[in-house]
């Protein structure tokens, strides 16, 4: 059974030009996709239609999914999970299942046998519970994985994900998880395993460390040293009275000559 995949908008030539690498351990676990511009169909329309800047943002990554249907229960001091109709604790729980047994044990060496990541784990936050997608992640050296909540997917009321930035060129192959907050309490929440859990991004280390965090302000718009660019501002402001003929999108289009021009990769 092949579980590598890389994910990407191309194949690269060599294996080595992957940015990121997902191996799939938990052979029923939903395969993961690219994000979608229209956030997996839940941005309003007008937003779709005339914000590139959403569209860009939500595209930006790939989509993780649940390892497969779970229910979950948080009666404020602990939580609970539902299989074979019984509520357990959640504590520490592995994948029973017998497709997932066979091939950890047909794959892994024999010292790590009984050392398989836990779908599901308590944390030491009363309501936090740790899932884990089933798929382990690598990434190109010099590269990190940022995982998050879906950008712009609609907002779920019971839980929220927790986001992390995890160095995974240096902690590799790494189980590909994710952190949630249960919010209901004495309510069964119900993560299915066909909508996107969390969303993954590369991201190049060089770009949150504090060389690039670096930042200027600018505490008056006449600074005699860098005066405001008042040029490029007209570039970018739109005149308010003249509402009726202000054509929405324009930055949209814009942006699309210039991908189209080859003037922006």
Same mark, same amino acid.
């Given at each position: 059974?092949?579980?590598?995949? +890389?994910? /990407?908008?191309?194949?690269?030539?060599?294996?080595?030009?992957?940015?990121?690498?997902? +191996? @799939?351990? &938990?052979?029923?676990?939903?395969?993961?996709?690219?994000?979608? @511009?229209?956030?997996?169909?839940?941005?309003?329309?007008?937003?779709?239609?005339? #914000?590139?800047?959403?569209?860009?943002?939500?595209?930006?990554?790939?989509?993780?999914?649940?390892?497969?249907?779970?229910?979950?229960? &948080?009666? /404020?001091?602990?939580?609970?999970?539902?299989?074979?109709?019984?509520?357990?604790?959640?504590?520490?729980?592995? &994948?029973?299942?017998?497709?997932?047994?066979?091939?950890?044990?047909?794959?892994?060496?024999?010292?790590?046998?009984?050392?398989?990541?836990?779908?599901?784990?308590?944390?030491?936050?009363? !309501?936090?519970?740790?899932?884990?997608? *089933?798929? =382990?992640?690598?990434?190109?050296?010099?590269?990190?994985?940022?995982?998050?909540?879906?950008?712009?997917?609609? +907002?779920?009321?019971?839980?929220? #994900?927790?986001?992390?930035?995890?160095? +995974?060129?240096? =902690?590799?192959?790494?189980?590909? =998880?994710?952190?949630?907050?249960?919010?209901?309490?004495?309510?069964?929440?119900?993560?299915?395993?066909?909508?996107?859990?969390?969303?993954?991004? $590369?991201?190049?280390?060089?770009?949150?460390?504090?060389?690039?965090?670096?930042?200027?302000?600018?505490?008056?718009?006449?600074? $005699?040293?860098?005066? =405001?660019?008042?040029?490029?501002?007209? /570039?970018?402001?739109?005149?308010?009275?003249?509402?009726?003929?202000?054509?929405?999108? *324009?930055? !949209?289009?814009?942006?699309?000559?210039?991908?189209?021009? /080859?003037?922006?990769?």
């Amino acid at each position: 059974m092949n579980v590598s995949t +890389t994910v /990407g908008g191309s194949v690269p030539e060599t294996e080595s030009e992957a940015v990121l690498r997902f +191996t @799939k351990a &938990f052979p029923s676990a939903p395969d993961i996709r690219r994000a979608e @511009k229209s956030a997996a169909g839940t941005m309003p329309a007008a937003a779709f239609q005339y #914000c590139q800047a959403m569209r860009e943002a939500s595209s930006f990554g790939w989509y993780v999914y649940p390892p497969k249907d779970i229910h979950l229960l &948080f009666d /404020g001091k602990e939580s609970f999970f539902y299989e074979d109709d019984q509520w357990y604790p959640v504590k520490s729980t592995n &994948f029973e299942d017998e497709d997932f047994r066979q091939h950890w044990e047909e794959t892994a060496p024999e010292d790590l046998r009984d050392l398989d990541p836990p779908y599901l784990s308590e944390l030491f936050v009363p !309501g936090s519970v740790q899932i884990w997608s *089933g798929y =382990f992640v690598s990434s190109r050296p010099g590269w990190s994985t940022l995982i998050r909540p879906p950008v712009n997917y609609d +907002t779920r009321s019971a839980f929220v #994900c927790y986001e992390g930035l995890v160095e +995974t060129d240096l =902690f590799q192959p790494c189980p590909l =998880f994710i952190n949630i907050k249960l919010l209901t309490t004495g309510q069964e929440i119900y993560i299915p395993h066909f909508k996107p859990l969390f969303q993954v991004q $590369p991201i190049e280390r060089a770009c949150y460390q504090d060389a690039a965090l670096r930042t200027e302000i600018q505490e008056t718009l006449s600074g $005699p040293d860098q005066p =405001f660019d008042w040029q490029g501002f007209r /570039g970018t402001v739109r005149d308010m009275t003249q509402r009726d003929s202000h054509r929405p999108g *324009g930055y !949209g289009a814009a942006t699309r000559r210039r991908k189209k021009a /080859g003037t922006e990769e």
